[in-house]
């Protein structure tokens, strides 16, 4: 377990409250870039935006060609179709690297770009020079899976549920307190069809790229909270222990969006996840 500071977090949180200037590729993907170098591209989760990169965006450009993405339906990315599985997602994913003409990428994801990268890797090959899997989801168990699929299910019945999220992202801390309201505000931004679409791939694709682990030959990092409910300690345990070149980090006393409220730690960890050469060393 590591531990983070305790104010890091507040200040961090109140960095990303600034909207970030976006560009947009000839596929209608928006997206942020800092720095200069080996690309990094940062993909976020359901209901977010580009912004949420914000501390890592600030501090990791100073090496590198960061490249935070609005996923499709969010921020100022054009939509999906409805019923796009997690594969459409990766999919698009591949579009945005040709359209940056990106030939290879070390790529981020939270929560549901977690999947996405994950995803990427395991199929993208030597494109994907490594790939961080923060707060993301492996195999959840019968009763996780049928709390997400009916969070899924009622979406586009009861609309966007915004304070079901921030129950189970983020505890009292006062580390949370503005990461959580950015968070709120984040989900009130949101375009309900992108999100409806987001979230029925996110609840389904836990298994969709589960066994492929063992196929993606890059340093892999499976980082998540000690206390996060749903991307728990033992998915990360696990899928880094599936991964040749895979090892977990998991931030003690921190939830599901532990790259706003522990940042410098979660910022320590991806530059120490760079660092690595392609060959785990």
Excluded: C
Excluded at 117 to 133: D, K, L, P, W
């Amino acid at each position: 377990m590591l531990t983070a500071g305790s104010t890091t977090g507040t200040a961090a949180a109140k960095s990303a409250a600034a909207d970030l200037t976006r560009k947009k590729t000839a596929g209608g993907t928006a997206y942020h870039e800092a720095g200069s170098g080996e690309p990094l591209v940062l993909i976020h989760g359901v209901g977010m935006r580009l912004e949420a990169w914000a501390p890592q965006i600030a501090f990791l450009s100073a090496g590198h060609r960061v490249i935070a993405v609005d996923m499709p339906g969010h921020g100022e990315s054009a939509k999906l179709p409805a019923g796009s599985r997690l594969e459409e997602f990766v999919a698009w994913f591949g579009r945005f690297l040709d359209e940056m003409a990106i030939d290879a990428a070390n790529v981020a994801g939270h929560s549901m770009g977690a999947l996405v990268s994950g995803g990427a890797a395991a199929t993208f090959g030597e494109r994907i020079r490594r790939v961080a899997y923060l707060n993301g989801v492996y195999r959840r168990d019968r009763q996780a899976k049928a709390a997400v699929l009916a969070r899924a299910a009622a979406i586009p019945v009861t609309g966007v549920d915004k304070e079901g999220p921030l129950a189970r992202w983020f505890g009292d801390d006062p580390d949370s307190v503005v990461a959580r309201e950015l968070t709120r505000k984040w989900l009130n931004l949101v375009d309900p069809q992108g999100y409806a679409v987001a979230y029925a791939a996110f609840a389904g694709g836990d298994e969709t790229y589960a066994d492929r682990w063992k196929d993606v030959q890059g340093p892999a990092l499976f980082l998540t909270g000690s206390d996060d409910p749903n991307s728990t300690p033992l998915m990360a345990e696990q899928m880094a222990a599936l991964a040749p070149k895979g090892w977990a980090r998991i931030v003690e006393g921190h939830r599901h969006m532990v790259n706003l409220t522990a940042p410098d730690l979660v910022n320590s960890l991806l530059a120490e996840w760079l660092s690595f050469g392609e060959d785990g060393r």
